[in-house]
């Protein structure tokens, strides 16, 4: 490997909770924006394995050396505890992770009493159904146990709150879960993208391609 070459750990599109056999609980990710940084790596000379979400719509190439798929949180979280391509420079954790999995589930009969239902499909005509959400675990908060010598990069997307907000809040995520930087974007933050890197410094770019140099330049 080259002296100013990375070996790049990119997640990019949702993971998704199972409700039954056939049913799913998962957030909204085409995958474009890391499926995009992987491919801008590469061209800049960097090693990058790409772990997309099954889900992910975006229908782009990916020119990343190694891709991986994954399903679930569980699944994303195996992938990454076992990385089979030798030491890691940069974690960037784009994916849209699941916040929540079912729980408990119930349907209600016609007079009321819930019967909890333990597997299986659900039929279409159970009737009423009550689902209990669980917080799913946060992966971000484990990555630095995984990668202690790596930098490490997040996400945070929001829609609700001003500017402000997403940055508190923001850095508040890099506090608990001890990353080096994290990308904010989303209605809430407004057009373009931020990068913070603590201490109040946020960099701010107009696209993509700004923000991805801006990544590359911080990683090395």
Not at 53 to 59: F, L, S, V
Request: proline share 3%.
């Amino acid at each position: 490997m080259a002296d100013n070459e990375m070996n790049c750990i990119i997640t990019a599109g949702p993971t998704y909770e199972t409700m039954d056999n056939v049913r799913r609980l998962t957030n909204f990710s085409t995958g474009k924006l890391g499926t995009e940084l992987g491919n801008f790596l590469v061209a800049r000379g960097h090693h990058v394995t790409l772990l997309i979400g099954e889900q992910a719509t975006y229908c782009g190439e990916r020119r990343a050396q190694r891709i991986e798929q994954f399903s679930t949180t569980d699944n994303l979280r195996d992938r990454l505890r076992a990385p089979s391509s030798g030491p890691v420079d940069v974690v960037f954790h784009a994916a849209a992770v699941s916040d929540f999995k079912f729980g408990k589930i119930w349907v209600r009969s016609p007079d009321g009493e819930l019967s909890e239902i333990k597997s299986g499909k659900i039929s279409t005509r159970a009737g009423t159904l009550l689902a209990e959400l669980v917080p799913t675990p946060k992966v971000i908060s484990e990555l630095r146990g995984w990668y202690p010598k790596a930098r490490l990069v997040g996400w945070k997307y929001e829609v609700d709150g001003e500017r402000a907000d997403v940055l508190r809040a923001v850095e508040k995520q890099m506090a608990e879960s001890r990353t080096d930087a994290c990308v904010a974007n989303g209605r809430a933050y407004g057009e373009g993208f931020g990068l913070v890197t603590g201490q109040g410094n946020c960099a701010h770019f107009a696209g993509m391609l700004e923000l991805f140099s801006g990544l590359e330049l911080f990683a090395m």
